[in-house]
């Protein structure tokens, strides 16, 4: 239901954008994130959209992480800025809907190593 894309691999500094393509409306769901899990770490949140409009960051992207969603394309985007080699995980898109249930993608590589 949701597919993810846009990982790979990036020297510091640089930049991805990473999508989300859900099946259906993205305004059906309560909110849309990304999440990443690196080696040995609890997945943890990166970035969030509530609604359409509200955006949460975690402290270690702001600033250098914009989510966005195009409602018409059903997707949601996780541009990415200033890479980091801290940074690099497998990146899952996440949808919460109405009723509170969870819904992953399949994760997509994001390095950052020179």
């Known amino acids: 239901q949701l597919q993810a894309s846009g990982g790979g691999l990036v020297q510091p500094g640089g930049s991805l954008r990473l999508s989300c393509a859900a099946s259906?409306?993205?305004?059906?769901?309560?909110?849309m994130g990304w999440f990443r899990q690196a080696p040995g770490n609890q997945r943890e949140l990166v970035a969030r959209?509530?609604?359409?409009?509200?955006?949460n960051y975690a402290d270690s992207v702001k600033g250098r992480t914009t989510i966005s969603r195009d409602s018409a394309k059903n997707t949601v985007y996780l541009q990415m800025n200033s890479l980091k080699p801290e940074d690099t995980a497998v990146y899952y898109c996440?949808?919460?809907?109405?009723?509170?249930?969870?819904?992953w993608g399949q994760g997509t590589q994001v390095t950052v190593s020179s």
């Open positions: 259906g409306s993205v305004s059906s769901f309560r909110s």
């Open positions: 996440n949808a919460l809907d109405w009723q509170l249930n969870n819904y």
């Open positions: 959209i509530i609604g359409g409009s509200v955006t």
